[in-house]
């Protein structure tokens, strides 16, 4: 979130600078750095709030190791079109979150098709590890997840499954 005195080319600027340098360091380490926007509904003022922007930001950047952390849940918020996104864009995605809208709850308790997004990406070809993030997981949390994903029952530590809840691991 930039300072109130800060205009939004400063910002701008000042985040391409950084993400060169930071992405410079991580490719001397063999890591990749990930940009996450965040709706602006959840958290205001917060200066990357839709994918759009953050690709047109990786653009800038042009460094192979930056990557979008494309977490459904805000995407939906801000530009909705999530399977649009997973076609033109997987091989730039370097890891998703998921929750589902309103409430950021389990996938499968509101509006998104989630059965329909792991199946897509899947059928791309998406390997990465993917964290289901939540405010209240339910009790059944598990059976809800299992039943998106073409029935199968998932456990924390499957193939690319981590179950979070405001920062704890699960």
């Known amino acids: ?14 985040l391409v600078r950084n993400l060169h340098f930071a992405a410079d360091a991580a490719r001397q380490q063999g ?3 990930l940009l996450e926007p965040i709706n602006h509904f959840d958290m205001p003022g917060f200066f990357v709030n839709r994918p759009s922007q953050a690709l047109a930001i990786l653009d800038e950047v042009g460094a192979d190791n ?6 459904i849940y805000h995407a939906q918020r ?29 996938p499968a ?7 329909y997004l792991f199946d897509l990406a899947d059928a791309l070809g998406y390997m990465e590890l993917s964290v289901i993030r939540v405010l209240e997981p339910s009790t059944e949390h598990n059976l809800v997840v299992g039943e998106v994903i073409s029935g199968k029952m998932l456990k924390e530590g499957e193939p690319w499954v981590h179950i979070r809840k405001n920062g704890a691991n699960y």
């Open 31 to 33: 890591v990749r750095v």
């Open 78 to 106: 801000m530009e909705g079109e999530l399977a649009s996104t997973l076609r033109a864009h997987l091989p730039r995605i370097g890891h998703m979150q998921l929750a589902d809208t309103p409430g950021r709850n389990e």
């Open 109 to 115: 308790t509101g509006e998104i098709n989630y059965r």
């Open 1 to 14: 979130i930039p300072p109130a005195d800060v205009s939004t080319a400063q910002a701008h600027d000042t």
């Open 66 to 71: 930056l990557f979008l952390l494309y977490d």
